[in-house]
């Protein structure tokens, strides 16, 4: 339980100009935190550099390293119900190899498509680091397709929805963005918070300020 407020270095990791959703967000890697609590991952590092299934319960290579292939965790929800599915994750990988952002994944990619309960990235030459590369790209961070057909791009990019385990309360971009506690987040007890607070501060004197 209880909160927690991060402070954020405004001239890097707490400014989001172009808002948080992962296909037109411009600063990308640098808003990993943000993205992380509101999207989830579909692979995490964890301790010692270790890539670990999170959305996605496995993730393999085949046909000689030319093929890499999610499988993505069933039964899996976004926080507005929609179903965290192989179709949607194609859907969106395949829009974000077409973004703007320098986060967007620069894979030799042949083709991305679902089947079954995979996703499946065929490459046009082997590409050893394709797991890694999800960790500081905008593929890693999936939002429900129904909040953006409901909401409209523009409002998405204020209030995203995802399968994180946090949830948007408010947004006041590139200055502060207020979180609560996603009671359908998949990994059971998760997360220990009930609210999390990013803030944005010029400096670290204003930063010590803001703390004190």
């Known amino acids: ?9 405004s001239g890097y990791d707490g400014a989001w100009p172009a808002g948080l959703d992962p296909v037109t967000n411009t600063n990308g890697a640098a808003n990993q935190s943000l993205m ?8 995490e590092l964890h301790e010692g550099g270790k890539l670990v299934p999170g959305l996605a319960s496995a993730f393999n290579f085949s046909n000689g390293g ?14 507005d119900g929609t179903p965290f599915t192989a179709q949607v994750v194609a859907d969106h990988i395949n829009k974000v190899l077409k973004s703007s952002c320098t986060c967007r994944p620069t894979w030799p990619v042949k083709s ?11 490459f046009t030459t082997v590409y050893a680091p394709a797991a890694a590369s999800f960790i500081d790209s905008n ?7 129904t909040a953006v057909k409901k909401l409209g791009e523009r409002k998405f990019r204020i209030t995203p929805v995802g399968a994180g385990p ?15 506690r996603n009671p359908t987040y998949f990994k059971k ?7 999390l607070t990013f803030k944005s501060i010029g400096g670290d004197e204003a930063a010590y300020q803001a703390l004190q």
């Open 1 to 9: 339980g209880g909160s927690l407020t991060v402070v954020l270095n």
């Open 36 to 43: 992380n609590s509101i999207y989830g991952q579909l692979i």
């Open 66 to 79: 030319k093929t890499f292939t999610l499988t993505i965790r069933p039964g899996v929800k976004f926080s």
């Open 112 to 122: 991305v498509k679902a089947s079954g309960n995979d996703v499946v990235i065929n």
């Open 139 to 145: 593929a890693n961070w999936v939002p429900s397709p």
């Open 166 to 180: 946090f949830t948007v309360v408010s947004d006041k971009g590139s200055s502060q963005i207020v979180l609560k």
């Open 189 to 195: 007890g998760r997360p220990f918070l009930d609210r």
